[in-house]
C-alpha cells in the first residue's frame, strides 16, 4: 500500500513539474519578441545595433529547443523566408557540444549555410535557443562564436584570393 502512495505522488510531482514546463514556455514566448527589442532600445550600450536597424530582423529557432519560443504562424516572427520561387522556412542547428572544452572544431553536418545568405540579406538576426539552468545555452557562448570565427576566416580567405581586400600583414584583413 505504501508503495502506491510514494508512485501517486512521483507522478503528480512528475505532472506538476511537465505542466509547469509547458507553462513556463508559453509565457516566454507570447513575451519573447517585445522583451528583446524593449532590452535593446533601453540600453546605454553602445555596441548593440540601433533599435530601428534591428526591429525587422528576423527571428530563428535553435533546432529543436529554440522553435519551441516562437509562435508558429507568424512569418515576420519565425524566419519564414519567401522568394520568387518558394517559401521556405529557416532554422539553424548549432549543437552545444560543437563548442565543449577540447572539441573546437566545426561539424560538417551542421554548416549552417543558409544563416549567412540571411545574414546577408538582413545584416543580422535573432536566434532562440533555451537553456535549463543557464544564462546562456552552451550554443551560445561556445559553438556559435566557433562558428562565426570560421566562417570569416572562410571568407577572408576567398576575400583575399579575388582581390577584395588588402591586409596589413597581421592577417585580419584590415
Not at 510514494?6 to 508559453?26: C, E, F, M, T, W
Not at 533601453?42 to 530601428?52: A, G, R, Y
Not at 522556412?89 to 551542421?110: N, W
Request: with cysteine.
Amino acid at each position: 500500500m505504501e508503495t502506491s502512495n510514494v508512485n501517486g505522488r512521483q507522478k503528480r510531482k512528475l505532472a506538476y513539474r511537465s505542466r509547469h514546463r509547458l507553462l513556463s514556455i508559453d509565457r516566454d514566448s507570447k513575451y519573447l519578441k517585445d522583451r528583446v527589442l524593449s532590452a535593446i532600445a533601453n540600453s546605454d550600450d553602445s555596441t548593440l545595433p540601433n533599435h530601428d536597424d534591428c526591429n525587422h530582423w528576423p527571428w530563428l529557432p535553435n533546432k529543436q529547443c529554440g522553435s519551441w519560443y516562437l509562435p508558429p504562424h507568424n512569418n515576420e516572427f519565425n524566419g519564414t523566408i519567401s522568394t520568387e520561387t518558394a517559401t521556405t522556412k529557416t532554422e539553424v542547428y548549432f549543437k552545444s557540444t560543437d563548442g565543449h572544452v577540447g572539441t573546437y572544431a566545426i561539424s560538417l553536418k551542421r554548416l549552417n549555410l543558409q544563416l549567412l545568405e540571411l545574414l546577408h540579406e538582413y545584416k543580422g538576426c535573432f536566434l532562440v535557443d533555451s537553456s535549463v539552468r543557464k544564462i546562456l545555452p552552451d550554443s551560445f557562448s561556445r559553438t556559435i562564436p566557433i562558428w562565426c570565427c570560421v566562417m570569416n576566416r572562410i571568407i577572408l580567405k576567398y576575400r583575399k584570393d579575388l582581390g577584395l581586400c588588402k591586409t596589413d600583414g597581421d592577417g585580419d584583413g584590415d
